[in-house]
């Protein structure tokens, strides 16, 4: 054997013992301690900012993805967590082909404008089962007209000529109307309804995972209902809109926002009742992120953050 090939076989040889006493050390530690994560897919509003997609929350625990909302850019910003490159997340449940359950916190346009991107997209490029949808009263109706609504497209793709025939079903949303209480429980989680105070039927949810508590507030006045679903979980999500940002807004709008939204002093509260270890706030409007902070910390010393799409915790 000459010497460089001689080299070369030493070196692999080096490599591959360094990379079995890797292995050997990530088996000894076992998997990671938190097996939930909460992916921030849209932490808009109805404004339009490109930055800021519509509100849609995914709950990953193990392989599996649940959504909570389905704002525009659900399935772009899913797609974004999916992949690996640059500064994407790599988290193969939200895939949209594998996304199969979602919960609505109510039916806002803007919580919703999203959902025939969520049935059909994902269809499309191979989704071969139903959508399994849970939210408030009209979730059957909003459903059965978009079916309605897309008939020619389902008739062609379905048809003797159509290029879904394969996977016929992989378009259907079965919708499921719910009302407080445990709406949907698997091996991975037990997911409870909480009656929230908005201008329409509204429900927050608390997900219990194997390792982890949160709670989504979706649109809402804060409520004790809220408190009480999280009572220390882990993580509450929440809406909120400081007074300098509502002070520009028209006065029809203010009545509007004092009764079914919630302002900083407000959320400030209610975190304090409610003592959540990390409070994310996301369906916001300030004057701006830094206006945001100052006034929330000024009144509240627990964790927070300021929710970005694609952020994940
Ligand atoms: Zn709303
Ligand atoms: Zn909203």
Redesign the pocket.
């Known amino acids: 054997m000459s010497p460089s090939r001689l080299q070369s076989v030493a070196l692999l040889a080096f490599l591959l013992a360094a990379a079995a006493a890797l292995d050997a050390r990530q088996q000894a530690q076992g998997p990671p301690a938190t097996q939930t994560r909460v992916v921030l897919l849209g932490t808009g509003t109805p404004g339009l900012d490109p930055d800021r997609s519509g509100p849609a929350t995914a709950i990953v625990v193990n392989d599996t993805a649940y959504l909570v909302d389905f704002g525009p850019g659900v399935v772009r910003r899913a797609s974004a967590a999916s992949l690996d490159a640059g500064t994407r997340k790599g988290i193969k449940a939200l895939d949209p082909r594998s996304l199969r359950v979602a919960f609505v916190t109510?039916l806002?346009s803007?919580?919703t404008v999203g959902y025939p991107d969520l049935i059909f997209s994902p269809w499309t490029t191979g989704r071969r089962v139903p959508l399994e949808v849970y939210g408030p009263k009209g979730l059957t109706a909003m459903t059965q007209h978009l079916m309605e609504a897309f008939r020619v497209d389902i008739e062609t793709r379905t048809n003797a000529d159509g290029n879904q025939r394969e996977f016929a079903e992989g378009h259907r949303a079965n919708a499921h109307e719910v009302s407080a209480g445990v709406v949907y429980k698997d091996t991975n989680v037990t997911v409870t309804a909480f009656p929230t105070k908005?201008?329409?039927e509204?429900y927050g949810y608390r997900f219990d995972t194997p390792d982890r508590s949160i709670v989504i507030s979706?649109?809402t006045n804060p409520t004790q209902a809220t408190v009480d679903a999280c009572r220390g979980c882990d993580v509450l999500i929440h809406e909120v809109q400081t007074p300098a940002w509502r002070a520009t807004r028209p006065d029809t709008f203010q009545r509007f926002a004092a009764k079914?939204h919630t302002s900083t002093p407000e959320l400030a509260d209610l975190a304090r009742q409610a003592k959540p270890r990390l409070l994310v706030l996301y369906h916001y409007n300030s004057s701006s992120p830094e206006e945001l902070f100052a006034d929330l910390s000024s009144r509240y010393s627990g964790h927070f953050v300021i929710g970005r799409d694609l952020d994940v915790y």
């Open positions: 109510h806002h803007d919580h908005h201008a329409m509204s979706g649109d079914y």
